[in-house]
Each structure stands twice: as C-alpha cells, then as structure tokens.
C-alpha cells in the first residue's frame, strides 16, 4: 500500500486528483495539507511514502524537497501547465523533483505515484542519495562528518548562549573545525558575545540560499570565521524576522554546516509545538525544534537556582519526549556558594528528574563574564579560571574525540578545513587563533 500526501495548494486539480488517488487499488490518500509546513510535518510521522505537491505551492524551495527525502518521502509535482513546457521542467529541476504530471494528464497519476522511485534525481551533477537509502544509515554517515550539538536551557537566560560560544570556541581550540549556529527564534546574541560586527545575519542569509538550493556551494558566505577553526552563523538581527526561517531551511543549514565539521547550535528556551494545536504557521518554535531533530547530542543549560532548577526539571522532561534516544548531557551553571546546595545535593535532584547522559557544574563568575562581555570574547581567551576549566571539561565530554588536544602543540586540524569567512577581529598574540 502506497500512502499519499497531498498539497494541491487550492489548484482546481484537487478534486479529481484525489478522486483518481482513492479509486486506485494499493494508493491510499492519507491527508491533504494546507501548506508546505503541514506537509512537513505530516511527513516527519514516518508514515507516507509519496508527496504530491503542487508544483506552484507557496513555500516549497529545494530545502523542503530535500527534507521529504530525508524521511524517504518521494515528491511528484503536478503542474496546471504541460509538463513539457521548458519553464516547468527547470521550476521542477530546481526544486529537485524529477516526476512532474501535467493537469491535462492527470489521469497518469496513480501510475506515477506507484511507480516512481526518485532515484535518477540529480542536479549540478549533484547525486543526492536515493530514497532506498535507509535513515539510519544516511545519519551514520553524517556522523562521520561532524557531531550536531544543541544547546538548550529553559526560560530565564541560564547561560546558553554563553555554554554554546564558549562550548565551540573549546572545539576551536583543540583546532578541530566548528560551525557555531544562532538559531535562537528569539534574536541572536552569539555574534554579541563574540564581539562579531556584521550587519548581515549569517542565518537569515542561509535560509535565502537554502531556499534557492544553493546552500551547500555557498556555506562559506553564511559564515563570520573567528580565527582558522571556528565559523560562526549569526542569528536574527531582531527578534520579529523568525517569520523568514523555516524549519526545512533549519535543517538544510546543520547538513551543510556538518559537512564542514562539528556543529554547536545555539537556541532558544521554549518548546511548543505551536503548529500542532491549529494550523498556524510558521510556528516560531520551530527553530528550536528542527535545531534538536538534527542533534547528536543535546546539552541542557539550567541555573542553579530554585527557580532555575524547577524549569530544568520540567524542561528535561519535554527534551525527553521531544528527542527520543539523544543523549542529553545537563550543565548545572552559575554554581554559588550562597545558594546552599552541595553539587551532591543537585545531583540528587537532577538525577530524580531525569536519566542524563552526564552532568557538569559550571561556577558562577560574574567579573569574568563581564570582561568576556565587554571585550567580546570566550572566556578561555582571558585566562586560566574555574569556569575556564569547567568548559573545557564540558568540551572534552562532549567531544571525547578531540580530548586534551587544546595542550597548544602544533597538529592537523580533524576534520575538514573551513573556506573562507573572516576574522571577527585581531586576537591577543598567543591565543589559538
Ligand atoms: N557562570 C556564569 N557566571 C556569571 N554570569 C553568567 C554565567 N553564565 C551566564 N552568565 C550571565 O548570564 C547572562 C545570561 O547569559 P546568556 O546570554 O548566556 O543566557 P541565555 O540563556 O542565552 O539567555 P537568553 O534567553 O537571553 O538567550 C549573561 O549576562 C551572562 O554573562
Ligand atoms: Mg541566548
């Protein structure tokens, strides 16, 4: 039995086109999205194998095509002009679609749908994997090019942002290659912690070229180099443009940036799946939620607080759910004698909120961070610290691969070399840049 996704986009071709579908033995039709959000997720159940789509749908870009074949979903496109017409095959060559079905051939449909097999996609004689690829077998090999982390932390500024920048840099430093990421749906900080002065957002640029399906040849553009290791993709320069990044575009931006090297993203604090209670779109949460589908391993940033640690602990239990079989490693940050609890005692507590892949106390420091801060700066760049220490700890857990190699001999970077970017600004002589 095939089963069929379908979003005609309000095309007049609906109507019969579904009927086509439900009379043909073996199809079955198993919902009509409003839009290519609603395809997505539909299509993120797993249970479809083939989408037909308008091809004229507002919102569909390579990066969502690229993204139904990740979950082996193949596309047929039906066009209300000929299938023939040279526009209409390169609009479908552009997108990646090779079966494309003309409304005056409609009755073709069904045929097309329990036949297609996608596999002779190619574009710029780019050969994408065919849908036979099975999932798990397309992730094992995107392992082998660079682990996706994802820095998540609830409500209440915990530190994220600070744990992500200072998290990459640690990978920078043991001069392994690191793509940093903003995808905090609520306005990027990470090129303010970095003292980075770039009125373009690497993020927003990104989801441009993913849209164009010229991300992967264009990656080095999308990034600000900080020294030779580490690229970083700023965020969104004000919190109201989350509307121009979608989830397909999320994702096409950690496959190019993992092709590249290890990634760390930076993200934000809430976890509702606003799209899944009406049909609104784009759902701003939706950043943080690809961000996480993507991640390899996910480190939850909570504060060591009464407050802090009661969002931790209803935050670990969303993660869960939301990223069935990632490791989730918890950052206790902002450690403080005032507060009156023994890092024994959190662990106590942490451990009864969740099982945890591991668990790191970061102290709480406050001048350091303001002098990281002001200059724009990691942390490691100002000086040997506890929080220093606890960071590169937490690098060397995450990262067990590249442990001690920050020791400041000369060695060949691990993984691919970055292209191109630039420098932030001139480093202190001595640095690892
Ligand atoms: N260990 C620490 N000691 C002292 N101050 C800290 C520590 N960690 C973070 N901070 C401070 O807390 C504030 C918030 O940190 P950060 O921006 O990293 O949090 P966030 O979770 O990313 O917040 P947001 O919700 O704004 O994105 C910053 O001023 C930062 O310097
Ligand atoms: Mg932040």
């Known amino acids: 039995m095939i089963s069929v996704l379908l979003l005609a986009a309000g095309e007049p071709w609906e109507s019969p086109a579904m009927a086509d579908l439900e009379a043909h033995p073996g199809v079955v039709v198993l919902k ?35 993204l139904l074949r990740r979950h082996a979903v193949r596309p047929v496109a039906v066009t209300s002009a000929r299938s023939d017409d040279l526009d209409v095959r390169e609009h479908a060559q552009r997108l990646g679609i090779s079966a494309v079905v003309g409304s005056g051939e409609l009755a073709s449909l069904p045929g097309v749908v329990t036949t297609v097999d996608d596999v002779a996609d190619t574009r710029d004689g780019d050969h994408r994997p065919s849908v036979d690829v099975p999932l798990a077998d397309v992730a094992a090999g995107e392992r082998d090019r660079g682990r996706v982390v994802v820095v998540w932390g609830p409500a209440g500024a915990p530190g994220r942002t600070t744990v992500a920048t200072n998290l990459a840099w640690e990978v920078a430093r043991r001069e392994a290659a690191v793509v940093l990421a903003d995808l905090d749906p609520y306005g990027g900080t990470v090129a303010q912690h970095l003292g980075i002065l770039d009125e373009v957002s690497g993020l927003l640029s990104a989801s441009r070229l993913a849209a164009a399906g010229q991300l992967d040849e264009r990656f080095a553009s999308v990034c600000r180099g900080v020294g030779p290791h580490l690229a970083v993709v700023t965020g969104l320069p004000r919190a109201d443009r989350w509307r121009e990044v979608r989830p397909a575009q999320v994702d096409q931006l950690l496959q190019s940036a993992r092709g590249q090297g290890h990634v760390v993203v930076d993200t934000g604090f809430a976890l509702e799946d606003e799209a899944s209670s009406d049909f609104a779109r784009p759902a701003r949460n939706a950043l943080t939620l690809a961000a996480l589908e993507q991640a390899d391993e996910v480190a939850a940033v909570g504060s060591a607080d009464p407050v802090g640690l009661t969002r931790l602990a209803r935050g670990l239990v969303d993660l869960r759910e939301r990223t069935p079989g990632v490791p989730v490693r918890v950052v206790v940050n902002r450690m403080r004698a005032t507060i009156g609890w023994s890092e024994k005692e959190i662990a106590g507590m942490v451990e009864g909120f969740s099982r945890v892949a591991g668990l790191h106390f970061l102290p709480e420091d406050r001048a350091l961070l303001d002098r990281a801060a002001v200059s724009g700066r990691p942390v490691a760049d100002l000086g040997d610290s506890a929080l220093t220490q606890g960071l590169s700890a937490l690098a060397d857990a995450v990262f067990p691969a590249l442990a001690g190699a920050d020791d400041g001999r000369p060695r060949r970077p691990r993984l691919l070399p970055l292209r191109g970017g630039t420098r932030a600004r001139p480093r202190r002589r001595g640095g690892p840049s």
């Open 32 to 66: 009509r999205c409003v839009d290519v959000d609603d395809l997505l997720a539909a299509v993120a159940t797993g249970q479809s194998d083939v989408a037909v789509v308008s091809l004229d749908a507002p919102g569909l870009d390579p990066a969502s095509v690229a």
